[in-house]
């Protein structure tokens, strides 16, 4: 069983700054590529950025390139979502992902933690 928690949402003003963790348990972490979604009220789950299982390969969609970076620490199991200059369509709740191969689609991965919330006032 693999389990996935995220954390570090909260409420940032435009322009500021947050920085999610997603940690990984129950297998082995570096066998599974990871993925950032997001997913607003009404709205289907949009891909945010993945990283590969070395951690060597990114992809971003084009809404973050240039102001979200994704890493991974192997070591930590941990995957991170550093999160630049705001904005207030960025609000949502962000979920990590788990899949054999990296994806930007929603149902390619096996695992999902339960989200957390990102708001960013104007």
């Known amino acids: 069983q693999v389990q996935l928690v995220e954390s570090g949402g909260g409420l940032v003003q435009a322009g500021g700054s947050l920085r999610l963790s997603c940690v990984v348990s129950?297998?082995?972490?570096?066998?599974?590529?990871l993925g950032w979604f997001r997913q607003a009220p009404g709205k289907e789950r949009e891909f945010v950025a993945h990283?590969?299982?070395?951690?060597?390969?990114?992809y971003y969609s084009d809404s973050v390139k240039g102001r979200f970076t994704i890493s991974r620490d192997n070591a930590k199991m941990t995957v991170y979502l550093q999160m630049n200059s705001l904005k207030p369509e960025d609000t949502s709740v962000y979920y990590c992902?788990?899949?054999?191969?990296?994806?930007?689609?929603?149902?390619?991965?096996?695992?999902w933690g339960q989200g957390t919330q990102v708001t960013v006032s104007s």
């Open positions: 992902g788990a899949s054999g191969f990296a994806s930007v689609v929603p149902r390619q991965y096996d695992y």
């Open positions: 990283i590969s299982r070395s951690g060597a390969r990114t």
């Open positions: 129950g297998r082995t972490f570096s066998s599974y590529a």
